[in-house]
C-alpha cells in the first residue's frame, strides 16, 4: 500500500490556515482526504470551574493532546480508521460523541501549533505555514470568537494580550523555521497555493512521498 502524503498547515490565530486548506480541499476534491484539526485534540476542562476554565492558557501546547493526535495519525498512515475527538469552544470540554476519520491518501494536519510539535512535524511531507499581519489575525480572531464562540470584544481582548501573542511570539512564530512553504497575505496568496498544489499532485503522481520517510 502506498504511504499518504501527510501536509501540516500552521500559523498563528487569524492566519487564513482554514481558507488554505478549503482551497486544497476545493481543488482535489473531499474524497482523497482526510483531516486532522489540532484544535480537536484540547485537554477536557470539565474536571474545572468555569472561571477557571476560561483562564486556561489554550495557546500552549500543553494545552493539546498532541500525543493522542500522534497516535491517530500513525494509524492513519496504517489504513486504519480513527475516531477524533469533538471540542466544545464554548464550555471548553470534549464531546460524548466523536468523528470518524478514514484513511485517505492525502491527510492534512491543521493548527497554529504543527510544526512547533516534533511529535507532528516529523511525520509531515509538505510544511505550510500560513502568514499574515498582527492586526489582520487580531481583526479575524475578534470576529470569530463573537459570532462562533459568543464571547465578548472584552473577554477576546484579554486573552489576546494575556496568552494568545506571547504564547505565538514563543511557539508558532519561531516554527515557521520548520516550514517548507510561507505563504503570506494568509490564504488569499493564490500564486503560493497553485505552488503548493504543484507539489501535493507531483507527491501524489511520483509516489516520492514514500522516499522521505
Given at each position: 500500500?502506498?504511504?499518504?502524503?501527510v501536509?501540516?498547515?500552521?500559523?498563528?490565530?487569524?492566519s487564513?490556515?482554514?481558507?488554505?486548506?478549503?482551497?486544497?480541499?476545493?481543488?482535489?476534491?473531499?474524497?482523497?482526504?482526510?483531516?486532522?484539526?489540532?484544535?480537536?485534540?484540547?485537554?477536557?476542562?470539565?474536571?474545572?470551574?468555569?472561571?477557571?476554565?476560561?483562564?486556561?492558557?489554550?495557546?500552549?501546547?500543553?494545552?493539546?493532546?498532541?500525543?493522542?493526535?500522534?497516535?491517530?495519525?500513525?494509524?492513519?498512515?496504517?489504513?486504519?480508521?480513527v475516531?477524533?475527538?469533538?471540542?466544545?469552544?464554548?464550555?471548553?470540554?470534549?464531546?460524548?460523541?466523536?468523528?470518524?476519520?478514514?484513511?485517505?491518501?492525502?491527510?492534512?494536519?491543521?493548527?497554529?501549533?504543527?510544526?512547533?510539535?516534533?511529535?507532528?512535524?516529523?511525520?509531515?511531507?509538505?510544511?505550510?505555514?500560513?502568514?499574515?499581519?498582527?492586526?489582520?489575525?487580531?481583526?479575524?480572531?475578534?470576529?470569530?470568537?463573537?459570532?462562533?464562540?459568543?464571547?465578548?470584544?472584552?473577554?477576546?481582548?484579554?486573552?489576546?494580550?494575556?496568552?494568545?501573542?506571547?504564547?505565538?511570539?514563543?511557539?508558532?512564530?519561531?516554527?515557521?523555521?520548520?516550514?517548507?512553504?510561507?505563504?503570506?497575505?494568509?490564504?488569499?496568496?493564490?500564486?503560493?497555493?497553485?505552488?503548493?498544489?504543484?507539489?501535493?499532485?507531483?507527491?501524489?503522481?511520483?509516489?516520492?512521498?514514500?522516499?522521505?520517510?
Amino acid at each position: 500500500m502506498d504511504l499518504p502524503v501527510v501536509i501540516g498547515i500552521a500559523g498563528g490565530s487569524g492566519s487564513g490556515k482554514t481558507t488554505v486548506l478549503n482551497h486544497i480541499i476545493r481543488e482535489l476534491g473531499a474524497d482523497p482526504i482526510a483531516v486532522l484539526d489540532h484544535d480537536a485534540y484540547y485537554h477536557d476542562l470539565s474536571h474545572l470551574p468555569p472561571e477557571k476554565r476560561a483562564r486556561f492558557n489554550f495557546d500552549h501546547p500543553d494545552a493539546l493532546e498532541t500525543a493522542l493526535m500522534r497516535e491517530h495519525l500513525d494509524r492513519l498512515i496504517e489504513g486504519k480508521a480513527v475516531e477524533k475527538p469533538l471540542y466544545d469552544f464554548t464550555t471548553h470540554t470534549r464531546r460524548e460523541e466523536t468523528e470518524t476519520v478514514e484513511p485517505r491518501p492525502i491527510i492534512i494536519i491543521e493548527g497554529i501549533l504543527v510544526l512547533a510539535e516534533s511529535l507532528l512535524e516529523e511525520r509531515m511531507d509538505i510544511k505550510i505555514y500560513v502568514d499574515a499581519a498582527d492586526d489582520i489575525r487580531l481583526m479575524r480572531r475578534i470576529r470569530r470568537d463573537m459570532q462562533e464562540r459568543g464571547r465578548s470584544i472584552e473577554g477576546i481582548l484579554r486573552q489576546y494580550e494575556r496568552t494568545v501573542r506571547p504564547m505565538h511570539l514563543e511557539f508558532v512564530e519561531p516554527s515557521k523555521r520548520k516550514a517548507d512553504v510561507i505563504i503570506p497575505r494568509g490564504g488569499h496568496n493564490q500564486v503560493a497555493i497553485q505552488m503548493v498544489m504543484s507539489r501535493i499532485q507531483e507527491l501524489l503522481r511520483a509516489g516520492e512521498h514514500e522516499a522521505l520517510r
